[in-house]
């Protein structure tokens, strides 16, 4: 039971610390497990513990359920509470883990039993059937005649009809014809829960029984014939369509679902009747209501439509039998198709009579035509099988001779889609003796006799093929009726005496059987017995054949199957043919066992319990098993394994052991099949003495069997004797059911002696014995006194063995010793007096310390790494996640891997293994000296304790290996430090984190007084990793957040004082000691100390800031002494800040704690210190530890995400400046590696490169081992292995950005590196085939490369911050140049804008501060940039367009035009007119501004800030003359691209020359003379004449580049361009000629003449 509490302590308990977090529903109160507030806690085994959470773990996960848990079994086993509310599940495992021992043993070691719930129908791998009663209350319409209803289901999801139809035949009055309308019930069984969530219907087709045309229902008349006098003619009824409904389930399956056994009733109104338009419509009517067609019926007259319930039941028929009141009443209703998955009893024929058509002969309209359908015998005169026919199922549905279909009126070809019934011979041989015969005829409107149409047959058995019809789909062809054929047809069709009608019906043929199926081999072995005097090679063919037919098809007729199989071994004596029949048996047998088929187990299972009835030959089936276990492990078996064996040899052994693979899959219902075969000989016997007799002789035989057994599992030849083994092995426990004496010792003796027996070679056969020795401590017939006393002995060599070997072993070796703790733990043994000898308990210690490496091992390593997790855990783990460092949402991660639940389930689960076990055996070790003594220490205390146990089983181990004893015990300390740094439960338990705790502390103290004994003095140097690890796990107990009670609430701290005590009182003082111990090697522990104690320097324990400050500063003393600096401690001193800062950087009173550490108290010791030169170093370290947390704590508060790349960016920048100025290149070396994470997550490529090759530059060549740096990701390695992996990636990502020059360059450097430094030939190889690539690319492949902005901050910046309130860097006042680009792609001028604007939402965004003049806020001032270079801004030329480099490609060119340069520009261009008609040439000023940035662009950052700006004019005249010079570079670059481009694309030089060379477009010479040669401009500008030669000569580089351009173009073009060739020479030569004028013109303002 639980109590609601409302106590704070309750809810610090549950990991809240206040009720805000509580659900408004439970604001009354939180469910709390009343064993845990009035208990002990050390009352709980650990498991308990560990039920109780998953049992509460249903509620939000903020809180934990305490209440009694129920187990619904209708829901797939979930837990629900027992009060009945429901409550939504956030837990990491179902409830469903708390109900068994451990969750992912489950699937292997308990799903038998549950799968033999009696009446849940769990009949197939745990799959669900469901029953649904169907009851039709009453039907509302008028159709004036008496009316057949057919109820079916229809499944949407697949288009198929799932079920047989249920007839309803209702009188003219809607009453039933027979019965009342209570009686009109129908249940529609065995639905699989599959079916259940597909779209499915209850359809309902309505046939009218009367005239042809329908009464007037609405007037109450009734229609006759115009000619109808004859009233006994007039009573004739024929079968009419009317109408249908659908009554749509999906809708209702989960109220039923949720309503198991109730009845949810509905009215008419839900399943309203409807009559198609059309009478040819009134098939395709019901899909049109299910897909919800309008304008295609009409509702049907005085209609309502159809009341019903719905009732669904969960389980077999047997349920609906003992819980539906009126069962006799139900027509039970079958699905078309046989389950094989649970026994049945079915011979039945399905005919679907889809179209029909016939010939109109001589008709002026068309036939009324129906079909008459008749099971006829083969032979003259093909008399019909009497009562063979049904429309439907139920009491309504009369068995007739001959049924008839609806007939459809003036239709030749109607599709009729009606199923028919008919019940076939259930004899074979009377079976395949039949045919079926369809005769067609036309129903006259009148009271005419119809009118045959022909007809058509099909025979059951086809000769030619010696088989039955097959199901499917058949075209028949008419055959006209004649005389002649009327008794012969069907041998008049092998002479062609049939003649044809050229017409057909078309039919689906299914024949729904357990006796037989459609197949040669089948038909000849289910008649072997009219062979078996005549043919024996026939029958022997036949038994061999069948075994290969498709092991589901078999077990439909299973019955008729293993008949056929016991009755030749019962009756033949051949003995060639008895093997065979066994190898068959066996083959189907062995099927059971694969994984495709084992759902069908159960079926195999029920029917040798209730269907097997063969006595006697339990004999043949011991006789056949032991001659392959004999077989096996004789010399032939061997023999035949070897080459040089004779090919005959070779052929039986093939046999042999393919008969005793199979024999061995399904060793277990081969037992069974002879356990049950002997029991009915037995009872069949007339008097004891025989009785007896039998007995022994059984008992003898089995007894030999596993003596034969035991022999085969030590043999290790042949070969194949693994796979039987294994097979074995999986099977075993299934045999103790077959063995004669059936107490639990003898049974116990029974499992030992064949475990000992099996060899140990080979890792599967390990993971099977031990998979087997866990399904033998949970067996239902093994007794808990004789596991204990028997079996658990044997379990410590075999597991001591397995868990020094694979990963798999060792895992499955874990598993096994968490069965065993129900058997060492008193709390769970059922007789007080039974227990463990203290021998057992002394091995179990020893396996305990082994599982602490386990429990670690599965925690750093995905489990489905093992090669058998599938068999371990029984089923496939889901894999865990690794989540790659990358931009998702805006958000940057680093690498982690997330750990699947199924797998987290596995992890705890060892844990608690563990932690139960450390708690028995230390209560163990401790019960003589404690016993009747009151408990008056707290449990922390209790956990401290040395144990005599462990110290002995850590002796043992030092006897046998010093070397393992030690790995041993490192492994069980890394164990609890990893336990301690993170837990294996969810954050709010902390019950569960308290016991993780206590498994540390026993192995702190336990480990403690063992390193004491052993590892001190000249022992130390053996046991310095050990100590490393003890010290660090008990410095853990002193800095972890989970144990710092000042740290959590109130109630918190109360409860766990309360409960368990302050943890660290004991750990400090048990460190306090050791450490004092520790004095003379405490240099060697400085790499774990100094880390330590500043880690456990925030805490506010007196005692515990003692500790660290002594440990901190005794530290650097003892190295001050030695070395004369502190090099050392400076070092780990700052690797742990790093840490710190990272973890806490968001905690400012943590982060001033921990600097209050260093500023304060570490100063105080130093300041005291009688060593000035210690003080002296020691206060510089402390300044500067001061400046780099701060530096550390601005960029790790930033948040992570790409809003912040430029503040992250700055402020890793920042802190790499300093560290590089310090000298604290290790640390300079981790962030310039982070920085370069962060691009790479970004996708800002080029600057990953810059930054990874960077992290290179700081690095050499030499062999020295450089560090592990997880918080980047870089393992252990040699230095100049780490600087060639960060010149790949830099290479990498420079490939990603097409910044391919400097991939070459960091191609070069690694040549040079391999060819020098590294002498690695083959990759100096790779590398140069590397470098030709990207030289490949810069030469044939064109770039869009990424454009830059100038970004001024106008005003104050101080207060910007983001959407979370949080503060931007001040970017007051300052100017920013800008590299785009999101990732690899491009950003545009808007984008680029609108991401500004985004970012500072309350500044305002311009492009000029003209569109801002009378703003008063925040101004941000966008403008692009073109590049430049610092020649250009010295007034000179850029050094790509002059002497050797202007010989480079033009795409080569291009990357340094635009690239690796730190000066821009932009244009400013002002009208300066005097009139309004002025020449726009003439009053053109330019203000050219150069942009100086502080780096070469790409860099470490997108954000460079800008150093200087320097701005040029330019007057007209030299304006001109620059644009001349700069489109002669344009068009020079275009004919290059022309002549490179294998495409020959003109469109671009046409435009240009069009521009240059047609007057018309340009305006030619006259522009320039008319601005500056009119005397007006040089006149006002005279010092502008010393560039008219400039000017001329630009002009004339422009012709000449214009005629260079003008024969491109004319080589290129193609013949449509032709005409616009010529017609710009003709431009070219005019435009010569007006230029040779102007040049004459210009020649006065030549200096000499002016």
């Keep these: 039971m639980a109590a609601r509490l409302t106590s704070k302590k309750s809810l610090a308990l549950l ?31 650990m498991r308990d513990l560990y039920n109780i959470h998953l049992g509460q773990s249903s509620l939000p996960s903020t809180m934990m359920n305490g209440s009694n848990y129920s187990m619904d079994l209708t829901n797939g086993g ?22 068994t021992s451990m969750t992912t043993l489950r699937g292997i070691d308990e799903l038998a039993g549950d799968e033999k719930s009696s009446g849940n129908a769990v009949v197939a791998g745990g799959d669900a059937y469901y029953q649904l009663v169907f009851d039709i209350k009453h039907c509302i319409f008028k159709a004036g005649n008496d009316t057949k209803l057919l109820f079916s289901i229809f499944d949407d999801t697949d288009k198929k009809i799932i079920t047989e139809e249920y007839c309803l035949h209702l009188s003219e009055n809607n009453f039933p014809k027979v019965g009342s309308p209570e009686d009109c019930k129908v249940l529609f069984s065995n639905l699989s829960a599959e079916l259940l969530t597909h779209d499915i219907y209850i359809l309902c087709r309505i046939y009218r029984l009367g005239p042809m045309d329908a009464p007037d229902v609405m007037h109450h008349k009734t229609n006759t014939s115009k000619k109808g006098k004859n009233k006994a003619q007039e009573t004739v009824d024929i079968l009419r369509p009317y109408g249908s409904t659908v009554i749509r389930l999906k809708e209702q399956i989960p109220k039923l679902l949720g309503a198991l056994g109730e009845e949810i009733n509905f009215e008419p109104g839900t399943a309203p009747i409807l009559c198609p338009n059309e009478e040819s419509q009134f098939i395709p009517l019901t899909f049109d209501l299910i897909q919800d067609r309008k304008g295609t019926s009409y509702t ?12 669904l039941y969960r389980g077999d028929i047997t349920v609906v039998q003992q819980n539906y009141a009126h069962f006799d009443k139900l027509t039970i209703v079958d699905t078309l198709s046989i389950d094989p998955s649970f026994h049945s009893d079915r011979h039945i024929l399905y005919v679907t009579v889809h179209d029909i058509h016939v010939n109109q002969r001589k008709k002026s309209t068309a036939c009324n035509v129906c079909v008459k359908i008749q099971l006829r015998e083969n032979d003259p005169p093909y008399k019909p099988v009497s009562g063979s026919m049904l429309l439907g199922k139920g009491k309504m549905a009369v068995p007739e001779s001959e049924t008839t279909s609806p007939v459809y009126y003036h239709n030749n070809d109607p599709i009729i889609n009606q199923t028919y019934h008919i019940l076939v011979p259930s004899n074979v041989k009377k079976l395949i003796n039949c045919h079926l015969y369809f005769s067609l005829w036309h129903i006259p409107a009148s009271n005419k006799k119809p009118d045959e149409r022909g007809f ?24 006209r009726h004649d005389k002649k054929s009327v008794n012969s047809y069907l041998s008049a069709e092998q002479g062609g005496g049939l003649k044809a009608e050229n017409k057909g019906i078309r039919i689906y043929f299914k024949l729904s059987s357990t006796k037989i199926y459609s197949h040669i081999d089948i038909q000849q072995f289910l008649n072997w017995r009219d062979n078996i005097n005549s043919n024996m090679n026939a029958v022997m063919s036949s038994v061999k054949r069948v075994a290969r037919q498709p092991f589901v098809n078999l077990l439909t007729i299973l019955d008729e199957f293993m008949a056929n199989i016991f009755g030749i071994m019962l009756e033949c004596q051949d003995e060639a043919l008895i093997e065979q029949t066994f190898s068959t048996l066996v083959g189907v047998l062995g099927e059971v066992n694969k994984n495709t088929t084992s759902r069908y187990k159960p079926r195999i299972e029920d029917w040798i319990e209730h269907h097997f009835c063969y006595p006697k030959v339990w004999r043949t089936l011991a006789m056949q098993q032991s001659r392959l276990l004999q077989w096996i492990a004789s010399s032939e078996a061997v023999e035949a394994q070897q080459k040089d064996a004779p090919a005959q040899l070779k052929t039986r052994s093939a046999e042999q052991i393919r008969q005793l693979h199979n024999s061995m899959k399904g060793v277990k219902y081969i037992f069974n099949i002879m356990k049950r075969s002997c029991q009915i000989e037995i009872e069949q016997c007339s008097n004891q003495q025989e009785k007896n007799k039998i007995t022994l002789e059984y008992n003898r035989q089995i007894s030999a069997l596993f003596q034969s057994m035991n022999r085969v599992m030590g043999l290790k030849q042949p070969k194949a004797v693994a796979g039987v083994q294994s097979f074995a092995l999986r099977n075993f426990l299934g045999l103790l059911d077959s063995i004669p004496t059936q107490t639990s010792p003898d049974l116990t003796q029974i499992v030992v002696k064949f475990i000992n027996a099996i060899n140990n070679d080979g890792k599967q056969i390990s993971i099977e014995k031990l998979l087997l020795v866990r399904r033998c401590l949970s067996h239902p017939k093994l007794m808990q006194q004789d596991i204990i006393r028997i079996l658990l002995p044997s379990v410590y060599q075999l597991l001591t063995y397995h868990m020094d070997k694979s990963k798999d072993e060792r895992v499955a070796s874990a598993t096994v010793i968490q069965k065993c703790i129900q058997y060492l733990d008193p709390k769970r043994i059922n007789n007080p007096h039974i227990r463990a000898s203290p021998h057992v308990y002394d091995q179990f210690a020893i396996l305990m310390l082994k599982m602490f490496s386990i429990l670690d091992e599965i925690r750093n390593n995905d489990l489905n790494e093992l090669l058998s997790v599938q068999k371990i855990f029984g089923k496939q783990m889901q894999k865990n996640r690794k989540v790659q460092p990358q931009a998702m949402n805006g958000k940057i991660s680093a690498v982690q891997v997330i750990i699947s639940d199924d797998q987290l389930s596995a992890h705890r689960d060892f844990f608690v293994t563990i932690a139960d076990l450390a708690r028995i055996l230390a209560d163990d070790s401790s019960s003589e000296e404690s016993q009747g003594l009151p408990k008056m220490e707290e449990p922390v205390t209790a956990w401290s304790r040395r144990s005599d146990r462990i110290d002995k089983a850590i002796a043992t181990l030092k006897e046998k ?37 206590e498994v540390a502390m026993r192995c702190f103290s336990w480990f403690g007084s063992t390193l004491k004994q052993n590892c001190l003095g000249d022992s130390f140097e053996s046991g310095r990793m050990l100590w490393k690890q003890w010290l660090r796990l008990g410095m853990l107990f002193l800095s972890s957040d989970d144990f710092a009670l000042e740290d959590m609430s109130d109630e918190s701290a109360s409860l766990l004082r309360e409960r368990y005590g302050d943890i660290r009182n004991v750990a400090i003082g048990k460190l306090t000691t050791a450490w004092n111990e520790l004095t003379p090697h405490r240099a060697a522990l400085a790499d774990t100390m100094i880390k330590a104690a500043v880690e456990a320097s925030a805490s506010e324990v007196d005692e515990i800031q003692d500790f660290a400050v002594d440990v901190y500063f005794q530290m650097i003393k003892s190295e001050f002494e030695t070395l004369q600096n502190i090099n050392s401690v400076e070092t780990h001193t700052i690797d742990q800040i790093d840490q710190l800062t990272a973890k806490y950087s968001n905690k400012e009173n943590v982060i001033n704690r921990y600097l209050d550490f260093f500023r304060k108290r570490v100063k105080e010791k130093l300041d005291n210190s009688d060593n000035a030169q210690l003080a002296k170093v020691g206060n510089v370290f402390l300044s500067d530890i001061e400046r ?70 700081m690095l050499g060549w030499t062999d020295n081992t450089l560090k592990e740096e997880p918080l980047v990701g870089l393992p252990s390695s040699e230095e100049w292995k780490r600087h060639v992996d960060l010149l790949e990636l830099a290479h990498k990502h420079f490939m990603l950005g097409e910044a391919w020059e400097m991939g070459v360059a960091v191609c070069q450097e690694l040549a040079k590196a391999y060819q020098e430094e590294i002498f690695d030939l083959k990759a100096l190889s790779s590398i140069l085939e590397k470098q030709s690539h990207l030289w490949k690319l810069i030469g044939n492949q064109d770039r869009v490369f990424h454009s830059s902005y100038l970004v001024r901050f106008i005003g104050d910046f101080s207060q910007a911050m983001d959407d979370n309130n949080l503060f931007f860097e001040d970017l007051s006042n300052k100017s920013f140049v800008y590299r785009s680009g999101n990732g690899k792609m491009p950003e545009g001028v808007r984008d680029f804008t609108e991401r500004i604007k985004n970012k500072y939402k309350n500044a305002k965004v311009v492009n000029s501060m003209e569109g801002a003049k009378n703003h008063q806020g925040a101004i941000i001032q966008i403008t692009t940039l073109s590049p430049s270079s610092f020649e250009e801004l010295n007034g000179g030329q850029f050094k790509w367009d ?32 005097k009139h309004k008609k002025d020449n726009e040439f003439r009053s053109l000023w330019i203000t050219k501004t150069f942009i100086v940035c502080q780096d070469a662009v790409p860099s470490t950052r997108r954000r460079i800030p800008v150093i200087s700006e320097k701005e040029v004019e330019y007057t007209p005249f030299r304006t001109a003359i620059n644009q001349l010079a700069e489109k002669n570079k344009e068009v020079a670059k275009i004919i290059e691209r022309l002549e490179n481009d ?33 005397g007006t401009y040089l006149s006002e500008f005279p010092q502008e004449t010393g560039i008219v030669p400039e000017f001329v000569d630009t002009l004339k580089q422009q012709m000449v580049i214009a005629k260079q351009g003008l024969d491109s173009y004319e080589k290129y073009a193609i013949d449509a361009l032709q005409p616009h060739v010529d017609h710009l020479k003709t431009c070219y030569k005019k435009q010569m000629i007006a230029l040779s004028e102007f040049y004459k013109e210009t020649q006065k303002y030549s200096s000499s003449n002016y």
């Design 300 to 311: 049907a007259p005085l209609s309502i439509g159809i009341a019903h319930g719905l009732q």
């Design 1442 to 1473: 002059h002497g050797n480099y202007q010989k480079a490609p033009l795409r080569l060119k291009k990357y340094y035009r635009e690239n690796e340069t730190a000066v821009y520009f932009y244009t400013n261009a002002v009208q300066k007119k």
């Design 961 to 997: 290996d010093e070397g393992n004893a030690m790995a041993v015990i490192e492994a069980a300390l890394k164990c609890c430090n990893n336990l301690l740094k993170k837990t294996t439960f969810s954050g709010n338990w902390i019950i569960m984190r308290m016991v993780e705790a």
């Design 1542 to 1574: 294998p495409t020959k694309t003109t469109n671009d030089i046409s435009m240009n020359l069009n521009g240059i060379l047609d007057a018309a477009v340009m305006g030619g010479v006259a522009k320039y003379r008319e601005a500056f040669f009119d």
């Design 78 to 99: 979930a837990s629900t509470p027992a009060s009945g509310h429901e409550v939504s599940s956030t837990s990491f495992l179902n409830a469903m883990t708390s109900m």
């Design 1188 to 1257: 780099l947390y701060n530096y550390l704590v601005q960029l790790k508060k930033l948040p992570n995400t790409a809003q912040y790349e430029d503040e992250r960016t700055s402020a890793t920048l920042k802190l790499l400046e300093y560290l590089k100025g310090s000298g604290k290149n290790e640390l300079y070396n981790r962030y310039i590696h982070h920085l370069a994470l962060m691009h790479q997550s970004l996708g800002n490529h080029i600057e990953a490169g810059i930054c990874f090759k960077s992290h290179g530059d």
């Design 456 to 479: 058509a047959y099909l025979k059951l058995f086809q000769d030619k093929i010696q088989q039955l019809t097959a199901n499917n789909e058949y075209e028949l062809p008419l055959y």
């Design 15 to 45: 990991g809240l610390d206040n009720d805000e977090a509580v659900p408004d529903e439970l604001k009354q109160g939180v469910y709390y497990p009343d064993e845990i507030k009035n208990s002990e806690l050390d009352t709980f085994t």
